[in-house]
């Protein structure tokens, strides 16, 4: 079974850019909707946004559309998440997901 691995968390100021990726590991990127979701202590995962299957189709939550963005680049068996504009409520561990498989999430502060 494919596996997936986030990277590229880090600690950043508020307005700064990040960019996530979840990288397949194992085989090849699923030929699957990929979604992503974050955590903030003390708070219920929440969905962030995805991407479809063929990538033709990225969509995100209201809590962030407009400075998130995601993307898909299946020749490097990766997902993106480009964050932009971050505030100090993005913080948390992002995950990403297909469908009952998730990573093992990467770590992101935001500091205002």
């Known amino acids: 079974q494919v596996q997936l691995v986030e990277s590229g968390g880090g600690l950043v100021q508020s307005g700064d850019s990040l960019r996530l990726s979840c990288t397949a590991s194992?085989?090849?990127?699923?030929?699957?909707?990929i979604d992503w979701f974050r955590q903030a202590p003390g708070k219920e995962r929440e969905f962030v946004g995805g991407?479809?299957?063929?990538?033709?189709?990225?969509y995100t939550s209201a809590a962030v559309v407009g400075r998130f963005r995601v993307s898909r680049d299946d020749a490097k068996n990766t997902v993106y998440l480009q964050m932009d504009r971050l505030e100090p409520g993005d913080s948390g561990i992002y995950y990403c997901?297909?469908?009952?498989?998730w990573g093992q999430g990467t770590q992101v502060t935001v500091a205002s």
């Open positions: 997901r297909y469908e009952t498989t």
């Open positions: 194992g085989g090849a990127l699923p030929d699957r909707d």
């Open positions: 991407v479809t299957k063929r990538g033709n189709e990225q």
